[in-house]
């Protein structure tokens, strides 16, 4: 084990413990901007400089270990001081413009310069300075580049957690910039529109379009797992007005926070939509057209058809297919029904997309 102390306190860890994952553990927090446990671990944003007693330069927690002997300092003059001006220098390069951004009130970048007391760069950066329109051609996604402060977070999500690669960053100029593939030729990318990548941005830069319809403040978050695969990703939708308009991934044991295309952009719309069926339907033979039928017809027109097939071919000509999305008890209940009444052990259901 290591002994070191941080603010005054002695700590073990065991060897190879960054500085910021002691800190946690001891309940003391260091703040963070481009971090992300696991997938972004690159030390760029500076913002959890830490200062050591006998040293002249000051760490970044997130991936600096701990060592035998350290007196680390999280709050003192010298590293707040470094801290507003990362933050300062981040906003030299920023379209501050909260009123329009769909990300004001859950923004990272403007939580940590209310907590640091910073309004406005002191400086004017020359990225700033040049055209950097938003490019808004994919139709769930948007990438804002005046608003990215260059954190890679979606890099490294889109690489280590989703396993596409489909953003990059690359150079122009004399300037390093992110190649976010939601222009008009998004279908031709390797972008698979999951949205992790907006999730996992720490401010307005990449966000899903959906998010303008709402501010953060106005929904309540209810969990739920999502419908679509056996996966069981847990999600939480943000229900505005009694309204669904939006969906977050949760921390969920399968999916940690990630969520794919289907369960970000295509599990709740249809809950709204006047094409939902509400009632059963028969189909009228004379006419070919459906027509609304109450759930005793049927339920009895179902039953009496599958007792016509098992009595004229047997049980063996039937078989039951179930949805994925049902319940563990449905599911059983469901190839109970087909093994016990149709008598066909040809039942199995779609829970291994
Ligand atoms: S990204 Fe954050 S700080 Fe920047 S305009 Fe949006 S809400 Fe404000
Ligand atoms: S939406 Fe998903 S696949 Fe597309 S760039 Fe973002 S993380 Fe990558
Ligand atoms: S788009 Fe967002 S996540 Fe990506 S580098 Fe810019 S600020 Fe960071």
Not at 216 to 237: F, I, N, Y
Request: with cysteine; glycine share 8%.
């Amino acid at each position: 084990m290591i002994r070191f102390w941080i603010n005054g306190i002695p700590m073990e860890a065991e060897e190879g413990t960054t500085i910021l994952s002691a800190a946690k553990t001891a309940g003391i927090r260091i703040p963070t901007l481009c971090y992300l446990e696991g997938i972004n671990e690159i030390g760029s944003c500076r913002m959890c400089l830490v200062e050591e007693e006998w040293e002249d330069r000051l760490f970044t927690a997130c991936n600096t270990t701990v060592k035998e002997g350290m007196k680390l300092l999280t709050d003192s003059p010298r590293v707040v001081e470094a801290r507003r001006m990362v933050l300062d220098l981040l906003l030299s390069n920023h379209n501050v413009s909260c009123f329009s951004c769909p990300s004001n009130g859950r923004c990272e970048l403007q939580d940590l310069c209310y907590e640091y007391g910073i309004d406005l760069s002191s400086y004017e950066g020359t990225r700033k300075k040049i055209e950097r329109p938003p490019v808004e051609g994919h139709p769930f996604l948007s990438y804002r580049p005046d608003l990215c402060i260059h954190c890679q977070r979606c890099v490294s999500t889109c690489e280590k957690a989703t396993g596409r690669k489909a953003i990059s960053l690359r150079k122009t100029g004399m300037f390093e910039i992110i190649d976010a593939p939601f222009g008009k030729d998004w279908d031709t990318t390797l972008c698979e529109s999951c949205g992790n990548c907006a999730q996992n941005c720490p401010v307005g830069a990449i966000t899903e379009k959906r998010q303008k319809k709402y501010r953060s403040w106005e929904v309540e978050k209810v969990r739920t797992t999502c419908p679509h695969c056996a996966v069981g990703c847990q999600m939480d939708l943000l229900v505005k007005n009694g309204k669904i308009v939006d969906v977050e991934g949760a921390d969920g044991p399968s999916n940690h926070g990630l969520l794919c295309v289907k369960g970000r952009s295509a599990s709740f719309d249809f809950i709204d939509s006047p094409k939902r069926l509400r009632t059963p339907l028969i189909k009228n033979h004379e006419t070919g057209e459906f027509e609304e039928a109450s759930w005793d017809e049927a339920l009895s027109l179902v039953a009496s058809r599958f007792t016509e097939l098992k009595t004229t071919y047997g049980g063996a000509a039937l078989a039951g297919f179930a949805c994925s999305r049902s319940t563990n008890e449905d599911i059983y209940m469901f190839q109970k029904m087909v093994r016990t009444v149709f008598q066909s052990n040809n039942t199995d259901n779609c829970a291994r997309v």
